[in-house]
T-cell receptor
Framework: GAVVSQHPSWVICKSGTSVKIECRSL??????MFWYRQFPKQSLMLMAT?????????EQGVEKDKFLINHASLTLSTLTVTSAHPEDSSFYIC???????????FGNGTRLTVT | DQQVKQNSPSLSVQEGRISILNCDYT??????FLWYKKYPAEGPTFLIS?????DKNEDGRFTVFLNKSAKHLSLHIVPSQPGDSAVYFC????????????FGQGTRLTINP
């Protein structure tokens, strides 16, 4: 089945630094990828929709200058958390689908801890 | 505005019995529904889905029921196995459009031996 790979699986960084998270579709091309965030014991909240070759579409309340998304190819989308603060500590998950009407496949997530 | 709700944060079921997880939604535009299973520190894994043109979809031990008039869906797992212990999320989307998934809060299912 379709596989989505996310890297790194966990990262610890200091406040004020930037962190890049990669999301790759391994055996299919994804024109659209989605980035989610999950706080402990809460639901997955959509942050943004990453579109290959164009700007990402951000959900209301998500700062696009803080969470930079780049979808440079049909198999790779990156999320960069800029000037990270402790409140950015969370579990970030990317997802993609290989056909228009098909279930989303999720990466294994990235646990970000900002100290 | 929580468009997809899972009102039971946890559920405990004995091994071999049926597990029933419930989900309610408010947006009548949703026409495709999915259930995902999630282990800690991992991404969700797709389990089963159902289109709004159906009221039931079955895949092995998993069956999803959709009641459009009540805006309610449920996931039945029978027989329940210890490996089914996880957090289950229901999600909904609109097929025509961006197809963004809206997730419920999740239900932690524990299967007791």
């Amino acid at each position: 089945g379709a596989v989505v790979s996310q890297h790194p699986s966990w990262v610890i960084c200091k406040s004020g630094t930037s962190v890049k998270i990669e999301c790759r579709s391994l055996d299919f091309q994804a024109t659209t990828m989605f980035w989610y965030r999950q706080f402990p014991k809460q639901s997955l909240m959509l942050m943004a929709t990453s579109n290959e070759g164009s700007k990402a579409t951000y959900e209301q309340g998500v700062e696009k200058d803080k969470f930079l998304i780049n979808h440079a190819s049909l198999t790779l989308s990156t999320l960069t958390v800029t000037s990270a603060h402790p409140e950015d500590s969370s579990f970030y998950i990317c997802s993609a689908r290989d056909r228009r009407v098909s279930p989303l496949h999720f990466g294994n997530g990235t646990r970000l801890t900002v100290t | 505005d929580q468009q997809v709700k899972q009102n039971s944060p946890s559920l405990s079921v004995q091994e071999g019995r049926i597990s029933i997880l419930n989900c309610d939604y408010t947006n009548s535009m949703f026409d495709y529904f999915l259930w995902y299973k999630k282990y800690p520190a991992e991404g969700p894994t797709f389990l089963i889905s159902i289109s709004s043109i159906k009221d039931k979809n079955e895949d092995g031990r998993f069956t999803v029921f959709l009641n459009k008039s009540a805006k309610h869906l449920s996931l039945h797992i029978v027989p329940s196995q210890p490996g089914d212990s996880a957090v289950y999320f229901c999600a909904a989307t609109i097929i025509q459009g961006a197809q963004k998934l809206v997730f419920g809060q999740g239900t932690r299912l524990t299967i007791n031996p």
